[in-house]
């Protein structure tokens, strides 16, 4: 399981996304170009993909909340050994199978911020 300290040995980038159903990610988002908000500012998210669905990716975050990415699997690269802590809650993660790193741009940016907040 995920963050309990074991890697799940993934040593490469996904081929398709359904591949990505139940493995876990560390998303590092920075929010850029929107209206009031500190410029480049960052959060952090932890969780298991849970589906692939509407070409969504489909994070089930440890916070309860959800996330949803857009299908590029460019940005899925295999998660660096070790354990990493989140500075967005505190949280220690060790064995994540990918991580991702994204800009999310614009009212799409904000929108997902405050969705991913209110449901955590």
């Known amino acids: 399981m995920a963050g ?16 990505l159903v139940g493995k876990s990610v560390v998303v590092d988002v920075t929010y850029a170009d929107e209206p009031d908000a500190v410029p480049g500012r960052r ?17 089930r975050l440890t916070c309860g909340g959800v996330l949803h990415l857009p299908p590029d699997l ?21 064995g994540a199978d990918f991580a991702v790193e994204v800009t999310a741009k614009g009212p799409y940016g ?9 449901a955590g």
């Open 110 to 118: 904000a929108g997902a911020l405050r969705a991913v907040e209110a």
């Open 4 to 19: 309990d300290g074991r890697h799940c040995g993934t040593s490469r980038h996904p081929t398709g996304a359904l591949e």
């Open 43 to 59: 959060r952090q998210y932890f969780g298991v993909v849970a589906r692939v669905a509407n070409n969504t990716i489909i994070l």
């Open 74 to 94: 460019s940005v899925f690269r295999p998660a660096p050994t070790g354990t990493r802590l989140l500075d967005s809650t505190g949280e220690r993660i060790a």
